[in-house]
Each structure stands twice: as C-alpha cells, then as structure tokens.
Nanobody, 126 residues
Framework: QVQLVESGGGLVQAGGSLRLSCAAS????????MGWFRQAPEKEREFVAA????????LYADSPKGRFIISGDNAKNTVYLQINSLKPEDTAVYYC???????????????????WGQGAQVTVSS
C-alpha cells in the first residue's frame, strides 16, 4: 500500500502563489507516476500535471498551463505543485495520485491511478 498526504492548501488572494506538497509513504516502486488532479464544485475531476520516475519526465494539461509547475524530491518521496498567478477559477480540491508504471503510463487518466490522497482545498479570493 501507498499512503499519500497533501498539504499546502488554503485561502489565497488572486494573483498570489502557493505550493502544494504530496508526501508518499509505504511501498516503493522502481518506476512510478504521480499526478495532480483538481475538482471544482459541481465539476468533474480534471488532470493538472504529472511526473514520472525515475526519468523525472513532466506532463501538463493543455489547460490550465503555464502557471503550474510540478516537481519532485525522490529522496523525500514528495511531489510538489507550484501554482502561480492564482485565479478564482483555480478554486478546487487538489488531489495527488500515484501508480506503479509497469509498461505504459497515461498520466491524464485518473482511472489508472491506484493511490489517492485525501485532497487539499485551495480557495482563491478575487
């Protein structure tokens, strides 16, 4: 089993920045992918960004794009999502997810992830 714990959410004014963290513990894999998804009220969960290990390859959704930066610290088993120039429409619960990569990895497919965190609320005020 893998446990994922998000942190760093909160209330932020539009134009501000914040960094979400996702700390993983439990099983380790030789190759794995970690993704960030978000779900706004009354909307479907959407893919934001992902990173795959051991290559460190990153992938971003077409939208939103440019204001989000995903990174990871393998030594700390932690993945980060930096969000800049926050907008009210970024208000959502942000989830991190993890999956062992055996053959192929489709980062944007939420259904392929085996492990999910509890979510971190991000609220952007205008």
């Amino acid at each position: 089993q893998v446990q994922l714990v998000e942190s760093g959410g909160g209330l932020v004014q539009a134009g501000g920045s914040l960094r979400l963290s996702c700390a993983a513990s439990g099983r380790t894999f030789r190759a794995f992918g970690m993704g960030w998804f978000r779900q706004a009220p009354e909307k479907e969960r959407e893919f934001v960004a992902a990173i795959s290990w051991p290559e460190g390859t990153t992938l971003y959704a077409d939208s939103p794009k440019g204001r989000f930066i995903i990174s990871g610290d393998n030594a700390k088993n932690t993945v980060y999502l930096q969000i800049n120039s926050l907008k009210p429409e970024d208000t959502a619960v942000y989830y991190c997810a993890a999956v062992e990569i055996r053959t192929h990895y489709y980062p944007a497919d939420a259904g392929l992830y085996d492990y999910w965190g509890q979510g971190a609320q991000v609220t952007v005020s205008s």
